[in-house]
């Protein structure tokens, strides 16, 4: 638990010092995460593990209890709040662990890495995940089911049906049939639902895969 929660902190910290970097432009990109600017999924960072549960309720039924509806929704309110506040709240979550009630600690790496991912990589600033933190988050995203997988466009097993999707440069591997080989990068996009260009994947189950990923 002690090594999850440095882990944890580590991509936070180091998410705090990117963004500080920003330029006001810059916050407004979208990101991989749909529609989502970088300010949005950096405030979905800042105050979704700090939000009370009735909040979070609240929230869910003005949005029908549909769960990417109130996410999109809190993300964008809180976004208007501004950099300056949302690092201040990144800050604290970083020195406090906090973390939304109810959530496993390995579910709150891989938003951390994987929101990371979505804000640094249409900036053209990418920064390669720390082999440990990588093999949590690929296996945790492996196992996730509904209705968790709503938010990444479905379940990342069902997605790899007959494949065997292979991280080049980690010691990390899933699935059982025809090779897809990708960045470590690229197969964490795979596996939460983010979009992943043809020519990152390579191996004999490559095309099959990039089909399945288009036609969702």
Same mark, same amino acid.
Request: charged fraction near 25%; avoid cysteine; proline fraction near 8%.
């Given at each position: 638990m002690a090594e999850l929660q440095s882990l944890i902190r580590a991509e936070?910290?180091?998410?705090?010092?990117?963004?500080?970097?920003?330029?006001?432009?810059?916050?407004?990109? #979208?990101?991989?995460c749909g529609a989502w600017t970088v300010q949005a999924v950096a405030a979905h960072?800042?105050?979704?593990?700090?939000?009370?549960?009735?909040?979070?309720?609240a929230s869910l039924a003005r949005s029908g209890f549909r769960l990417n509806k109130a996410s999109a929704e809190m993300a964008v309110?809180?976004?208007?709040?501004?950099?300056?506040?949302?690092?201040?709240?990144? #800050?604290a979550n970083a020195a406090n662990g906090a973390k939304p009630v109810g959530v496993p600690m390995d579910a709150v790496l891989v938003d951390a890495v994987v929101h990371a991912l979505d804000i640094r990589l249409p900036l053209g600033r990418p920064r390669p995940v720390p082999a440990e933190a990588f093999r949590i988050v690929a296996d945790f995203s492996m196992t996730t089911k509904w209705p968790m997988t709503i938010s990444v466009g479905g379940s990342a097993r069902k997605r790899l049906d007959g494949l065997r999707l292979v991280a080049d440069g980690y010691d990390w591997s899933s699935g059982d049939g025809q090779d897809v080989h990708a960045s470590g990068e690229a197969v964490l996009r795979v596996l939460n639902g983010r979009p992943v260009e043809r020519d990152e994947l390579t191996g004999p189950g490559a095309d099959q895969l990039y089909t399945r990923i288009n036609r969702r």
């Open positions: 936070r910290l180091a998410l705090i010092e990117f963004l500080e970097t920003l330029e006001p432009a810059e916050w407004e990109t #979208r990101s991989l960072l800042a105050w979704a593990p700090a939000m009370p549960v009735t909040e979070t309720l309110r809180w976004a208007h709040r501004g950099p300056a506040a949302i690092l201040d709240q990144l #800050r």
